[in-house]
Every structure is written in structure tokens, then in C-alpha cells.
């Protein structure tokens, strides 16, 4: 006689014993059963990280505590499949034709920012031509093999823009508080300096060729069999027109 039992059937016995019914105790065995739990792995910028998926995921999971949510932030582009995460977060443009892309985000828009006090001695650039004769503020990023050139588009036109200035970082945050400080212009996501422009901490400059573009999807392999854990939170994710 096999004296190795399926736990299942303890969880039943339990369930049973404390409803003192089989409907009540089928009832909570089936919802125990479909409730989401495990971990969810996703790579994530930065900057997607702080402003797409930790306001939902800070709503969310004290009501799901079964699951658990891992987030590696990673500027660069990375194989997601290779690497072992259950999905990544990038901008629309970026995500591979193979994947399954979920719109998780409204559009989105570059601002080139300067301080008030780095324009008291130098002209407002016109023109992506004219930052030759400014300091930058400059990012690098692994995959793009050194440093970032920024990116412009009007009436048709694209345009890219190496630029040049003392410092060089490789996340968003450092870029805002040197812009912050004066030592120069950061090309960075339009919602993280909106308050300072508001509060004329910052000038924006080249507005006119930065144009929307569209924002951050989470993608995963097609091939991928989604857990009760993932679809849940692929669904709060979901990006909802207002």
C-alpha cells in the first residue's frame, strides 16, 4: 500500500472538517485552487519601470499576496526568452515582430531641458543642428553599442544628433538632477520634467521636433502559456484609453 498522499486531498479533508459541508468546502477549494500566485520575472527601463508599473503594481498587489513580482531594471535590449523573463517593457517601436505586444501606456514624447541659469549665458538651440555649440547631457546604453544620439522628427524628417558635454550617465534620474543643476541640456521622457517646467526650474527648447510616438507595451513569446499570476497582471497593466 502506497503510504505517499497527495496533499490535495488533505486540503479537501480540512476543508470539509471546517465547513462541515461538501458544497461550501467544493466552493473554497475551487476559488483556492484559481487564485493567482507565483512570481512574475519582467525586465523593464528605468524609467517604465518607476512611472508605468509600479503605480499598478502598488494598487494590485496587496489584494493578490500569492504573487510575487520581480522587476530588473535595464536600460538596455535585452533577449528576454534567453535571460528567463516571463516579459519585458519597451517602447512600441522596439518590441520585436515575434512577440505579443500589450499596449501598457499613453503616447509618448522626448523634451530637450535646460536650467534657467545654463541659458543666462548661451541662446535657445532653433534647430538639432545648433546643440554642436551646447553641453549635453549624455546616456549611454549597453545595447546601442555607446552613446545615445538623439532622436528628432518634423514635418517628416527624422534626425539624429550625437551631442557632446562633460557628463555621461546611464540612467534618467542623474541626467535630471545635473540638467537641475545647470551643467547642461537632457534629452529625457516629457512626464519627468513637466514639473519642473511648470515651476520654471527647466526651459524647454526644440519642443517642435519631438514629436509623440508610441509608448511602452509589455511583450512576451506567443509561444508562452500565460499563468493565471501573468494574465492578471498583464490585464492591469493594460493601457485603457480615458
Known sequence: MNSRRDPRDFLAFLAVAKERSFTRAAANLGELREKPAGTVRISADEHAADSILWPVLARLLPHYPEIKVEIIVDNGLIDIVAERYDAGVRLGEQVAK??????????FRMAVVGAPGYFAARPKPKTPQELTAHDCINLRLPTWGGIYAWEFEKNGRELKARVEGQLVFNGSAPMLRAALAG????????????????RR???????????AFPGYHLYYPSRRQPTPAFTLLV???????S
Open 98 to 107: 515575434d512577440m505579443i505586444a500589450v499596449r501598457i501606456g499613453p503616447d
Open 183 to 198: 551643467f547642461g541640456l537632457a534629452y529625457l521622457p516629457e512626464d519627468l520634467v513637466q514639473a519642473h517646467l511648470a
Open 201 to 211: 526650474r527647466l526651459i524647454r527648447v526644440l519642443a517642435d521636433w519631438c514629436p
Open 235 to 241: 490585464d492591469a497593466l493594460r493601457h485603457r484609453r
